[in-house]
T-cell receptor, first 113, second 111 residues
């Protein structure tokens, strides 16, 4: 069935270190993979996304990689800062063309200063 | 300013008392969805709509209804709320091949 698994559920890093969050999806036909950041008490907001015709995308300190063969995609945050502390959600589109984003359960990222 | 709005933002009600949460978007998006967010379970889709008068069930539709009479509005209706519907609700909209935007959320408590 439609499923996105996200790991880890919590992640603590020291300020300046890198953080990596991984997701696995089940449908090889999925073609759109967004990442959302949700700060406490606020709505999820898109921080980066990738489509299946691209293997990697970078935006300043944030990057996403996609391995279509393994059905994995990952979020990489470099030089973490305290304001990066939030809940991060990955999602995958099911099936292509339909308005369904299936979300992972989320990762609580804590950046310690 | 492009936005998705929801009302009310906070609601306390009692079991069985019908309620409606409104959602509106000003981006002329075709796709709209409702999600509920519960600790440890992420965002689960309740209902979605691909256009006016076209709606379909998501993953957790039981106890909810929706309608899409106009493109900009997508209300969520709880005919007879129960305590297990206590949750944080988000409306979202998305154009074809575009980013999905979320509303500010509605925190619902059913006593």
């Amino acid at each position: 069935g439609e499923n996105v698994e996200q790991h880890p559920s919590t992640l603590s890093v020291q300020e300046g270190d890198s953080a990596v969050i991984k997701c696995t999806y089940s449908d090889s036909a999925s073609n759109y993979f967004p990442w959302y950041k949700q700060e406490l008490g606020k709505r999820p907001q898109l921080i980066i996304d990738i489509r299946s015709n691209v293997g990697e995308k970078k935006d300043q300190r944030i990057a996403v990689t996609l391995n279509k063969t393994a059905k994995h995609f990952s979020l990489h945050i470099t030089e973490t800062q305290p304001e990066d502390s939030a809940v991060y959600f990955c999602a995958a589109s099911y099936p292509p063309g339909r308005n369904k984003l299936v979300f992972g359960a989320g990762t609580i990222l804590r950046v310690k200063s | 300013e492009a936005q998705v709005t929801q009302n009310p933002r906070y609601l306390i009600t009692v079991t069985g008392k019908k309620l409606t949460v409104t959602c509106s978007q000003n981006m002329n998006h075709e796709y709209m969805s409702w999600y509920r967010q519960d600790p440890g379970l992420g965002l689960r889709q309740i209902y979605y709509s691909m256009n006016v008068e076209v709606t379909d069930k998501g993953d957790v539709p039981e106890g909810y209804k929706v309608s899409r009479k106009e493109k900009r509005n997508f209300p969520l209706i709880l005919e007879s709320p129960s305590p297990n519907q206590t949750s944080l609700y988000f409306c979202a909209s998305r154009g074809v091949q575009e980013t999905q935007y979320f509303g500010p959320g509605t925190r619902l408590l059913v006593l």
